[in-house]
């Protein structure tokens, strides 16, 4: 399932290419806007772009490997997918370990390009949720007092009660006063649904630093 909001966004210099692409977005009822400059299409990126990009290697000036290293720098969230007839095995390997979610090579089938497009929208609709949520979660840690901040990253570590006090040199009663509090800010209703919701936005349980 794609967002409404989902755009196709191509940067390609092959015309034929793009009259056929045109029609199958179309055929779809998927929106595409398409880049033949890579100068015009790095002035207009803008990293809330919702929805993919179809990126060809072999463009003149920039190619399309530094493009996307360009894109990486810039915060780009969306998927990648290289497109062009001109791969060989070392720029495959660069791409993919840029990030790429795939590469195709051209001529293309139709019915394949559009299975990948297709996916590539899901995870992006999948990443894209995962973003917003984690965010969520930053800023409900950054209302945590420094503290409360401490007793969490205590029963993260997997600590009791009674060891957080010792460790924080505090009374039992003061942890669950501040235990009591932080679960209340983070929106959570035990320390199973704690440790569930920071697991899944950080997977190795160490809280970013918050400003």
Request: glycine share 4%; hydrophobic share 40%; aromatic share 6%.
């Amino acid at each position: 399932m794609t967002n409404t909001c989902d755009t196709i966004f191509v940067l390609d210099n092959d015309t034929p290419f793009e009259a056929e692409l045109k029609q199958l977005l179309a055929s779809e009822k998927l929106p595409c806007r398409i880049f033949t400059e890579t100068s015009d299409f790095l002035d207009a990126f803008n990293p809330t772009w919702s929805g993919l990009l179809l990126l060809e290697l072999r463009l003149p000036r920039i190619d399309g490997l530094e493009v996307q290293r360009l894109l990486n720098e810039r915060g780009n969230q969306m998927p990648v997918i290289i497109i062009t007839a001109h791969a060989d095995v070392p720029m495959t390997i660069r791409a993919m370990k840029q990030g790429a979610f795939d590469l195709i090579q051209k001529p293309c089938d139709k019915g394949e390009l559009l299975r990948i497009i297709k996916n590539a929208l899901s995870l992006a609709n999948e990443n894209r949720k995962k973003y917003h949520k984690k965010q969520k979660l930053l800023q409900r840690l950054q209302r945590l007092s420094p503290r409360e901040r401490q007793v969490l990253e205590k029963i993260i570590s997997g600590g009791l009660n009674k060891t957080i006090a010792d460790d924080l040199n505090i009374s039992i009663k003061t942890v669950e006063y501040h235990r009591a509090r932080l679960m209340a800010k983070m929106r959570v209703h035990s320390a199973t649904d704690l440790m569930r919701t920071i697991y899944r936005a950080f997977p190795e349980g160490k809280l970013p630093r918050v400003k």
